[in-house]
T-cell receptor, first 116, second 116 residues
């Protein structure tokens, strides 16, 4: 069965530290998509990145970077020089074909607290 | 600005009552989704709709009902049959409901339902 594991329940760092959020997934599909979403205190999930299974190139967007490794089924997310505004719950998700559409399999989330 | 509006943000319900959560989008998206979020858990799919006048059950549809009479609106009714309705409910939409998630979801800011 499809599964996404975010083993880190909560992480606390001091501002300007780097932090990596881990995501490990399980799937039998050869084509799949992985996502990261940020959930700030306001509640909505904000899309951060999508990666398909054929694209193992790492990506950097400002202070954010993602490391996708199919060999270890991991899609880790690093925030460089963290800021207080990065405090949120971060979800990793795996897309799964579902009755003609798709749905997400979400991890349980990692709560990141960045302390000033 | 385009987006998804969920109302109300907080909702209290007495046991045995039905309650309807509103979800409206002005993104012209075809597909809409309802997810439930419980503390320490990932999001789980309740219902989804790929087009107007059509909707399908997700993983945890028991005790819930939906309608999709207009493209913009996808209300969720939590019925008295739902045994544990206290949760955070998130509505989402995507450009289309195809099996390939070319785009991420756009999420609303959620409704927190509490049974009292």
């Amino acid at each position: 069965a499809q599964k996404v594991t975010q083993a880190q329940t909560e992480i606390s760092v001091v501002e300007k530290e780097d932090v990596t959020l881990d995501c490990v997934y399980e799937t039998r599909d050869t084509t799949y998509y992985l996502f990261w979403y940020k959930q700030p205190p306001s509640g909505e999930l904000v899309f951060l990145i999508r990666r398909n299974s054929f694209d193992e190139q790492n990506e950097i967007s400002g202070r954010y970077s993602w490391n996708f490794q199919k060999s270890t089924s991991s899609f880790n997310f690093t925030i460089t020089a963290s800021q207080v505004v990065d405090s949120a719950v971060y979800f990793c998700a795996l897309s799964e074909p579902f009755s003609g559409t798709y749905k997400y399999i979400f991890g349980t989330g990692t709560r990141l607290k960045v302390l000033a | 600005d385009g987006g998804i509006t969920q109302s109300p943000k907080y909702l209290f319900r007495k046991e045995g009552q039905n309650v309807t959560l509103s979800c409206e989008q002005n993104l012209n998206h075809d597909a809409m989704y309802w997810y439930r979020q419980d503390p320490g858990q990932g999001l789980r799919l309740i219902y989804y709709s790929q087009i107007v006048n059509d909707f399908q059950k997700g993983d945890i549809a028991e005790g819930y009902s939906v309608s999709r009479e207009k493209k913009e609106s996808f209300p969720l009714t939590v019925t008295s049959a739902q045994k544990n309705p206290t949760a955070f409910y998130l509505c989402a939409s995507s450009i289309d409901g195809s099996a390939t998630p070319n785009y991420g979801y756009t999420f609303g800011s959620g409704t927190r339902l509490t049974v009292v």
